[in-house]
Protein backbone atom coordinates (compact mmCIF):
# COMPACT_ATOMS: atom_id res chain seq x y z
CA UNK A 1 0.00 0.00 0.00
CA UNK A 2 1.84 3.45 -1.29
CA UNK A 3 0.84 6.38 0.25
CA UNK A 4 1.68 10.08 -1.06
CA UNK A 5 3.52 12.64 0.93
CA UNK A 6 0.21 14.88 1.56
CA UNK A 7 -1.85 12.15 2.62
CA UNK A 8 -1.92 10.82 6.50
CA UNK A 9 -0.04 7.88 7.55
CA UNK A 10 -2.22 5.34 7.50
CA UNK A 11 -0.94 2.21 9.10
CA UNK A 12 -1.96 -1.07 8.23
CA UNK A 13 -1.25 -5.27 8.85
CA UNK A 14 -0.57 -8.32 5.64
CA UNK A 15 -1.56 -11.19 6.35
CA UNK A 16 1.52 -13.10 5.41
CA UNK A 17 0.30 -16.33 6.26
CA UNK A 18 -3.58 -17.28 7.97
CA UNK A 19 -3.76 -20.79 9.03
CA UNK A 20 -2.68 -22.01 12.40
CA UNK A 21 -1.28 -25.37 13.79
CA UNK A 22 1.81 -27.77 12.73
CA UNK A 23 0.23 -28.75 9.65
CA UNK A 24 0.70 -27.79 5.89
CA UNK A 25 -2.90 -26.34 5.71
CA UNK A 26 -5.55 -25.87 2.81
CA UNK A 27 -8.88 -23.58 2.42
CA UNK A 28 -12.12 -24.54 1.98
CA UNK A 29 -11.60 -24.67 -1.90
CA UNK A 30 -7.79 -26.34 -2.12
CA UNK A 31 -6.08 -23.43 -2.02
CA UNK A 32 -2.96 -23.26 0.33
CA UNK A 33 -2.69 -21.12 3.33
CA UNK A 34 0.53 -20.13 4.76
CA UNK A 35 1.36 -20.34 8.18
CA UNK A 36 0.67 -17.64 10.90
CA UNK A 37 2.32 -14.22 10.56
CA UNK A 38 1.37 -11.15 10.50
CA UNK A 39 3.32 -7.60 9.86
CA UNK A 40 1.99 -4.39 10.72
CA UNK A 41 3.64 -1.32 8.57
CA UNK A 42 4.02 2.05 10.05
CA UNK A 43 5.53 3.90 7.24
CA UNK A 44 8.54 2.77 6.11
CA UNK A 45 9.43 0.12 8.87
CA UNK A 46 7.80 -3.19 9.35
CA UNK A 47 7.00 -5.31 12.33
CA UNK A 48 6.35 -9.36 12.11
CA UNK A 49 3.95 -11.19 14.42
CA UNK A 50 5.10 -14.82 14.67
CA UNK A 51 7.41 -16.90 12.12
CA UNK A 52 4.59 -19.55 10.70
CA UNK A 53 5.99 -21.12 7.51
CA UNK A 54 6.31 -18.87 4.55
CA UNK A 55 6.67 -15.88 6.69
CA UNK A 56 10.07 -14.88 4.89
CA UNK A 57 8.78 -15.90 1.50
CA UNK A 58 5.64 -14.13 1.65
CA UNK A 59 6.96 -11.09 3.33
CA UNK A 60 8.95 -10.62 0.27
CA UNK A 61 5.84 -11.09 -1.75
CA UNK A 62 4.72 -8.65 -0.02
CA UNK A 63 7.41 -6.25 -0.74
CA UNK A 64 9.11 -6.16 2.45
CA UNK A 65 13.05 -5.55 2.95
CA UNK A 66 14.69 -7.06 5.61
CA UNK A 67 16.40 -3.85 5.84
CA UNK A 68 13.42 -2.50 6.95
CA UNK A 69 12.27 -4.71 9.74
CA UNK A 70 11.83 -3.16 13.01
CA UNK A 71 11.30 -6.46 14.95
CA UNK A 72 10.17 -9.83 15.23
CA UNK A 73 7.81 -10.76 17.86
CA UNK A 74 6.52 -14.38 18.68
CA UNK A 75 3.72 -14.71 21.19
CA UNK A 76 4.86 -18.11 22.19
CA UNK A 77 7.45 -21.08 21.67
CA UNK A 78 5.13 -23.60 19.29
CA UNK A 79 6.52 -24.41 15.98
CA UNK A 80 3.24 -23.12 13.85
CA UNK A 81 4.47 -19.80 15.09
CA UNK A 82 8.25 -20.23 15.04
CA UNK A 83 9.14 -22.42 12.42
CA UNK A 84 10.14 -20.00 9.81
CA UNK A 85 12.46 -17.87 11.82
CA UNK A 86 15.56 -19.90 11.00
CA UNK A 87 15.23 -18.82 7.23
CA UNK A 88 14.66 -14.82 8.48
CA UNK A 89 17.97 -15.58 10.59
CA UNK A 90 20.02 -17.25 7.76
CA UNK A 91 18.59 -15.87 4.02
CA UNK A 92 17.41 -12.40 5.87
CA UNK A 93 21.16 -12.21 7.92
CA UNK A 94 22.55 -12.38 3.66
CA UNK A 95 19.63 -9.43 2.71
CA UNK A 96 21.16 -7.74 5.62
CA UNK A 97 24.91 -8.10 4.71
CA UNK A 98 25.19 -4.60 3.38
CA UNK A 99 22.81 -3.03 5.73
CA UNK A 100 24.19 -0.06 8.41
CA UNK A 101 21.85 -1.10 11.01
CA UNK A 102 21.82 -2.29 14.67
CA UNK A 103 20.38 -5.97 15.60
CA UNK A 104 17.02 -6.97 14.95
CA UNK A 105 14.64 -7.31 17.88
CA UNK A 106 13.44 -10.95 18.39
CA UNK A 107 10.93 -10.56 21.35
CA UNK A 108 8.86 -13.23 22.83
CA UNK A 109 8.69 -15.28 25.93
CA UNK A 110 11.15 -16.68 28.22
CA UNK A 111 11.99 -20.39 29.14
CA UNK A 112 9.07 -21.96 30.89
CA UNK A 113 11.13 -23.49 33.46
CA UNK A 114 9.95 -26.84 33.63
CA UNK A 115 7.97 -29.47 30.82
CA UNK A 116 4.38 -29.37 30.85
CA UNK A 117 1.93 -31.71 33.59
CA UNK A 118 1.38 -35.21 31.70
CA UNK A 119 -2.07 -35.50 29.92
CA UNK A 120 -4.33 -37.48 32.33
CA UNK A 121 -4.74 -39.88 29.20
CA UNK A 122 -1.32 -41.14 29.54
CA UNK A 123 -0.28 -44.34 30.00
CA UNK A 124 3.17 -44.39 30.29
CA UNK A 125 5.80 -41.13 31.11
CA UNK A 126 7.76 -40.06 26.97
CA UNK A 127 11.25 -39.12 27.26
CA UNK A 128 11.58 -35.58 26.89
CA UNK A 129 13.51 -33.97 23.39
CA UNK A 130 16.50 -32.28 24.74
CA UNK A 131 16.35 -32.60 28.52
CA UNK A 132 18.96 -30.96 29.22
CA UNK A 133 17.00 -27.69 27.87
CA UNK A 134 13.87 -28.72 27.20
CA UNK A 135 11.58 -25.57 27.48
CA UNK A 136 13.98 -22.78 25.87
CA UNK A 137 12.67 -19.29 25.07
CA UNK A 138 13.65 -16.92 22.68
CA UNK A 139 17.08 -16.25 23.19
CA UNK A 140 17.30 -20.24 23.52
CA UNK A 141 15.60 -20.75 20.18
CA UNK A 142 17.82 -18.01 18.73
CA UNK A 143 20.78 -19.27 19.51
CA UNK A 144 19.90 -23.11 19.27
CA UNK A 145 18.99 -22.16 15.66
CA UNK A 146 22.57 -20.44 15.05
CA UNK A 147 24.05 -23.26 16.75
CA UNK A 148 22.92 -25.75 14.70
CA UNK A 149 23.56 -23.87 11.22
CA UNK A 150 27.17 -23.23 12.70
CA UNK A 151 28.39 -25.12 9.22
CA UNK A 152 26.61 -22.85 7.08
CA UNK A 153 26.98 -19.57 9.12
CA UNK A 154 30.96 -20.33 9.61
CA UNK A 155 31.33 -21.06 5.75
CA UNK A 156 29.29 -17.51 4.90
CA UNK A 157 31.39 -16.09 7.56
CA UNK A 158 34.92 -16.91 6.87
CA UNK A 159 34.48 -17.57 3.05
CA UNK A 160 32.40 -14.80 1.66
CA UNK A 161 32.97 -12.47 4.32
CA UNK A 162 29.29 -12.67 5.87
CA UNK A 163 28.44 -10.47 8.50
CA UNK A 164 27.31 -12.99 11.12
CA UNK A 165 23.78 -13.54 12.19
CA UNK A 166 24.63 -13.07 15.63
CA UNK A 167 25.67 -9.80 15.51
CA UNK A 168 22.19 -8.90 12.91
CA UNK A 169 19.54 -10.30 15.67
CA UNK A 170 19.19 -9.96 19.21
CA UNK A 171 16.86 -12.01 21.26
CA UNK A 172 15.13 -9.78 24.02
CA UNK A 173 12.87 -12.20 26.46
CA UNK A 174 9.85 -10.68 28.20
CA UNK A 175 10.16 -9.89 32.22
CA UNK A 176 6.81 -10.43 34.24
CA UNK A 177 6.88 -8.20 36.99
CA UNK A 178 8.18 -9.81 39.75
CA UNK A 179 4.97 -9.93 42.14
CA UNK A 180 2.64 -11.64 39.43
CA UNK A 181 1.39 -14.55 40.22
CA UNK A 182 2.18 -16.28 37.25
CA UNK A 183 2.20 -19.86 37.39
CA UNK A 184 3.49 -22.44 34.15
CA UNK A 185 1.07 -25.13 35.09
CA UNK A 186 -1.41 -23.66 37.23
CA UNK A 187 -1.99 -20.05 36.72
CA UNK A 188 -1.03 -19.25 32.76
CA UNK A 189 -2.48 -15.85 32.58
CA UNK A 190 -3.19 -14.35 35.79
CA UNK A 191 -5.01 -10.83 35.79
CA UNK A 192 -2.64 -8.45 35.09
CA UNK A 193 -2.06 -5.11 33.65
CA UNK A 194 -0.10 -4.87 29.83
CA UNK A 195 3.44 -4.21 30.17
CA UNK A 196 5.72 -2.21 27.59
CA UNK A 197 7.68 -4.55 25.42
CA UNK A 198 9.25 -2.55 23.10
CA UNK A 199 9.56 1.54 21.67
CA UNK A 200 10.98 2.62 19.08
CA UNK A 201 9.90 6.18 16.55
CA UNK A 202 7.21 4.64 15.32
CA UNK A 203 5.55 1.92 17.99
CA UNK A 204 5.03 0.94 21.52
CA UNK A 205 4.60 -2.36 21.80
CA UNK A 206 2.29 -3.63 25.01
CA UNK A 207 2.05 -7.02 25.95
CA UNK A 208 -0.24 -9.31 28.28
CA UNK A 209 -0.27 -12.96 29.15
CA UNK A 210 -3.06 -14.96 27.69
CA UNK A 211 -4.36 -18.46 28.35
CA UNK A 212 -3.00 -20.80 25.95
CA UNK A 213 -2.53 -24.10 28.75
CA UNK A 214 -0.17 -25.72 28.89
CA UNK A 215 2.31 -23.50 26.79
CA UNK A 216 3.09 -20.51 28.60
CA UNK A 217 4.22 -17.78 28.86
CA UNK A 218 2.14 -16.83 26.13
CA UNK A 219 1.29 -13.37 24.89
CA UNK A 220 -0.91 -11.02 23.00
CA UNK A 221 0.19 -7.80 21.97
CA UNK A 222 -0.82 -4.58 21.00
CA UNK A 223 0.98 -2.12 18.88
CA UNK A 224 0.44 1.57 19.39
CA UNK A 225 1.19 4.34 16.77
CA UNK A 226 0.46 8.18 16.16
CA UNK A 227 -2.23 6.70 13.50
CA UNK A 228 -3.76 4.12 15.35
CA UNK A 229 -3.52 0.60 17.19
CA UNK A 230 -3.83 -2.77 16.05
CA UNK A 231 -3.76 -5.75 18.99
CA UNK A 232 -2.51 -9.53 17.75
CA UNK A 233 -4.08 -12.08 20.24
CA UNK A 234 -2.09 -15.16 19.37
CA UNK A 235 -3.49 -18.46 20.72
CA UNK A 236 -5.25 -18.22 23.21
CA UNK A 237 -8.71 -19.25 25.03
CA UNK A 238 -11.15 -16.25 26.34
CA UNK A 239 -9.29 -14.77 29.11
CA UNK A 240 -9.40 -11.56 30.67
CA UNK A 241 -6.35 -9.95 30.35
CA UNK A 242 -7.42 -10.32 26.25
CA UNK A 243 -10.21 -7.89 26.95
CA UNK A 244 -8.15 -5.28 28.75
CA UNK A 245 -5.42 -4.98 26.33
CA UNK A 246 -8.26 -4.80 23.11
CA UNK A 247 -9.47 -1.94 24.88
CA UNK A 248 -10.79 0.26 22.35
CA UNK A 249 -8.19 -0.88 19.57
CA UNK A 250 -8.73 0.45 15.91
CA UNK A 251 -8.02 -3.56 14.68
CA UNK A 252 -8.53 -6.34 16.62
CA UNK A 253 -6.77 -9.78 15.06
CA UNK A 254 -8.14 -12.77 16.86
CA UNK A 255 -6.88 -16.47 16.80
CA UNK A 256 -10.15 -18.65 15.74
CA UNK A 257 -11.11 -22.06 15.92
CA UNK A 258 -13.60 -25.00 14.33
CA UNK A 259 -13.80 -27.65 16.91
CA UNK A 260 -16.76 -29.53 15.58
CA UNK A 261 -14.26 -30.07 11.55
CA UNK A 262 -11.36 -30.29 13.63
CA UNK A 263 -12.59 -33.21 15.94
CA UNK A 264 -13.43 -34.97 12.35
CA UNK A 265 -9.86 -35.43 11.51
CA UNK A 266 -8.63 -37.39 14.07
CA UNK A 267 -9.05 -41.79 13.54
CA UNK A 268 -6.71 -42.22 16.61
CA UNK A 269 -9.01 -41.91 19.47
CA UNK A 270 -6.56 -41.40 22.45
CA UNK A 271 -5.21 -38.48 20.20
CA UNK A 272 -8.20 -37.48 19.62
CA UNK A 273 -9.49 -37.00 23.31
CA UNK A 274 -5.83 -35.34 24.30
CA UNK A 275 -5.91 -32.80 21.03
CA UNK A 276 -9.37 -31.73 21.94
CA UNK A 277 -9.08 -31.46 25.39
CA UNK A 278 -6.18 -28.99 24.71
CA UNK A 279 -8.05 -27.20 22.04
CA UNK A 280 -10.57 -26.92 23.92
CA UNK A 281 -9.44 -24.87 26.78
CA UNK A 282 -6.74 -22.99 24.76
CA UNK A 283 -8.83 -21.84 21.98
CA UNK A 284 -11.50 -19.34 20.77
CA UNK A 285 -14.07 -19.91 18.49
CA UNK A 286 -15.24 -17.12 16.05
CA UNK A 287 -18.18 -16.96 18.35
CA UNK A 288 -16.39 -16.32 21.73
CA UNK A 289 -13.91 -13.92 19.48
CA UNK A 290 -17.00 -11.71 18.68
CA UNK A 291 -17.50 -11.82 22.46
CA UNK A 292 -13.86 -10.59 23.32
CA UNK A 293 -14.22 -7.68 20.37
CA UNK A 294 -17.52 -6.61 21.70
CA UNK A 295 -16.40 -6.14 25.34
CA UNK A 296 -13.26 -4.63 24.35
CA UNK A 297 -14.88 -2.20 22.04
CA UNK A 298 -12.86 -3.18 19.28
CA UNK A 299 -13.49 -1.19 15.70
CA UNK A 300 -12.82 -3.98 13.61
CA UNK A 301 -12.16 -7.63 14.16
CA UNK A 302 -9.92 -9.49 11.81
CA UNK A 303 -10.33 -13.29 12.58
CA UNK A 304 -7.19 -15.42 11.18
CA UNK A 305 -5.16 -18.66 12.48
CA UNK A 306 -7.78 -20.61 11.37
CA UNK A 307 -8.38 -24.41 12.77
CA UNK A 308 -8.79 -25.92 10.63
CA UNK A 309 -8.38 -23.68 7.97
CA UNK A 310 -10.36 -25.18 5.28
CA UNK A 311 -13.52 -24.85 7.44
CA UNK A 312 -16.31 -23.32 5.26
CA UNK A 313 -16.77 -19.67 5.51
CA UNK A 314 -19.89 -19.89 7.20
CA UNK A 315 -18.48 -21.12 10.47
CA UNK A 316 -15.91 -17.90 10.75
CA UNK A 317 -18.74 -15.17 10.17
CA UNK A 318 -20.28 -16.89 13.50
CA UNK A 319 -18.45 -14.05 15.17
CA UNK A 320 -21.30 -11.50 13.63
CA UNK A 321 -23.78 -13.13 16.08
CA UNK A 322 -22.05 -11.72 19.04
CA UNK A 323 -20.28 -8.83 17.45
CA UNK A 324 -21.71 -5.81 15.19
CA UNK A 325 -19.06 -4.30 14.05
CA UNK A 326 -16.84 -4.99 10.27
CA UNK A 327 -15.63 -8.33 10.35
CA UNK A 328 -12.87 -9.97 8.35
CA UNK A 329 -11.79 -13.22 7.25
CA UNK A 330 -8.73 -12.20 5.34
CA UNK A 331 -7.13 -14.50 2.98
CA UNK A 332 -3.14 -14.59 2.63
CA UNK A 333 -1.58 -11.49 2.01
CA UNK A 334 -4.53 -9.14 2.40
CA UNK A 335 -3.85 -5.89 3.40
CA UNK A 336 -6.25 -4.48 6.21
CA UNK A 337 -5.61 -0.64 6.79
CA UNK A 338 -6.69 0.49 10.79
CA UNK A 339 -6.65 3.65 12.51
CA UNK A 340 -9.23 6.47 12.14
CA UNK A 341 -8.04 7.52 8.58
CA UNK A 342 -8.53 4.50 7.45
CA UNK A 343 -11.98 4.39 8.63
CA UNK A 344 -12.48 7.87 7.24
CA UNK A 345 -11.13 6.71 3.74
CA UNK A 346 -13.00 3.44 4.00
CA UNK A 347 -16.33 5.64 4.68
CA UNK A 348 -16.08 8.01 1.92
CA UNK A 349 -15.35 5.55 -0.82
CA UNK A 350 -18.55 3.73 0.26
CA UNK A 351 -20.31 6.92 -0.46
CA UNK A 352 -19.05 6.94 -4.08
CA UNK A 353 -21.47 4.87 -6.16
CA UNK A 354 -20.72 2.20 -7.67
CA UNK A 355 -20.17 2.68 -11.18
CA UNK A 356 -17.71 5.56 -10.32
Known amino acids: MSQSPDTPLIPYIVTLGTAGGPRWWKDHEGTPRFGIATAVVVGETWYLVDCGQGAGRQANAAGLAMSNLGGIFITHMHSDHTVDLPSLLLFGAFELKNTPRGPIPVVGPSDRGKLPPLSPRATSTPDAVAPHRPTPGVNG ?16 IFDSLAKSPVEQFEALEIELPADLAFDPDTDVSP ?14 VTAILVSHHPTAPAYAFRFE ?13 PCENMVRLAQ ?63 SPPAAWQEAHTTYSGPLSIPNDLEVIPFGPAARTATEVSNSFPANI
Open 141 to 156: LLHGILGAYATDCNDR
Open 191 to 204: EMEPIEVFRDEQVT
Open 225 to 237: TVAGSVTISGDTA
Open 248 to 310: GTDLLLHEAINLDILAAQYSDAQMLQATMDHHRRAHTTAKEAGVIASRAGAKHLALHHLVPSY
